[in-house]
């Protein structure tokens, strides 16, 4: 949607909820701008590249309202009216997030579990095992679905990622609609935020990053090809009810796990993200981040938390 021109949407933030619990409403104008600041540090937000002066949160007595102030600076720097953020881990927050922003529209992109597990893999950002990966997509989808399923129509919109590629305009129009904008051509032009970290990621680990403009549409379906039997067997035997109720094909490879599997996999997973967290720390941004998360995950245990103000 970034390539509407209407419509702009930055990196994922990923600050949202957990600052929001952190730090709450701001009560004073001084308050405001040190919450904006914070914002502004986080290192996913440092890579937006904009400016706010103190006068910018003047009134703002809501932790919802310094940030879309900040969104609103992002917008008027791409040029555009409207802002979107597209944070998967989001799909978890939603009773939050609609809280927070009451007139918030939420796509949620549903897409073969199979193939989201491969892309996870792949980043070594996410889940670091399948069977982890498995767990992850059927929490997340299933939370999504029954969370989007208790807002209003015009406030929810479910998506297959499998029928963007294989109808681009027809998807594009529905989503076009279900936000009140015109369909214009443009949004069949995927357009990369310049700079997006995934993509600096992938380059470094010797993958290209895929050419602006062009919608792959071959990129469905490749857990078919890449998955080994046995990978297969272990997707469905997590998550084989969820890719059955979604209308995904499913082999008939599901299994009964047994305790001692589940706890292993789940050891190898916490193992290799200690792992991967330690190599993280050892890089400035991973250590920006991780300050700025770990500080923000204290404060929320420990302040009592309060419904958002507005």
């Not at 390539?3 to 600050?15: A, G, K």
């Not at 309202?65 to 998967?88: H, M, Q, S």
């Not at 579990?113 to 299933?142: I, Q």
């Amino acid at each position: 949607m970034r390539s509407h021109p209407n419509l702009t949407i930055p990196w994922e933030t990923h600050f949202i909820p957990s600052f929001y619990r952190a730090f709450g409403d701001p009560s004073s104008d001084q308050e405001a701008w040190q919450l904006a600041c914070r914002i502004l540090k986080f290192p996913r937000v440092a890579f937006w590249g904009i400016t706010a002066k103190e006068q910018d949160f003047s009134g703002c007595r809501s932790f919802s309202g310094v940030t879309r102030r900040l969104f609103e600076i992002w917008a008027k720097k791409e040029g555009k009216p409207r802002w979107g953020d597209k944070t998967p881990h989001y799909v978890r927050e939603i009773p939050l997030l609609v809280r927070l922003f009451p007139d918030a529209q939420v796509i949620h992109i549903v897409r073969d579990g199979r193939d989201v597990a491969l892309s996870w893999l792949r980043t070594r950002f996410e889940p670091l095992n399948l069977y982890t990966a498995a767990r992850l997509w059927k929490e997340m989808v299933t939370r999504g679905r029954f969370d989007g399923a208790l807002l209003a129509a015009d406030a929810y919109l479910e998506l297959r990622y499998e029928a963007l590629l294989a109808d681009p305009e027809a998807t594009m129009r529905r989503a076009c609609e279900f936000l009140n904008e015109a369909y214009d051509p443009a949004v069949l032009c995927p357009a990369i935020v310049p700079g997006d970290q995934r993509w600096l990621v992938a380059s470094r680990a010797g993958r290209h990053q895929p050419p602006s403009g062009v919608i792959l549409r071959d990129n469905a379906g490749k857990w078919r090809s890449t998955m080994t039997l046995r990978q297969r067997a272990l997707f469905e035997s997590v998550a084989g009810d969820l890719l059955g109720d979604l209308g995904y094909p499913v082999e008939g490879l599901a299994r009964k796990l047994s305790r001692g599997e589940k706890m292993l996999r789940a050891a190898d997973h916490r193992l290799r993200h200690l792992a991967r967290a330690l190599w993280r720390l050892r890089r400035p941004y991973g250590r920006s981040a991780a300050v700025s998360t770990g500080w923000a995950r204290l404060r929320a245990l420990l302040r009592p938390q309060v419904p958002p103000a507005g």
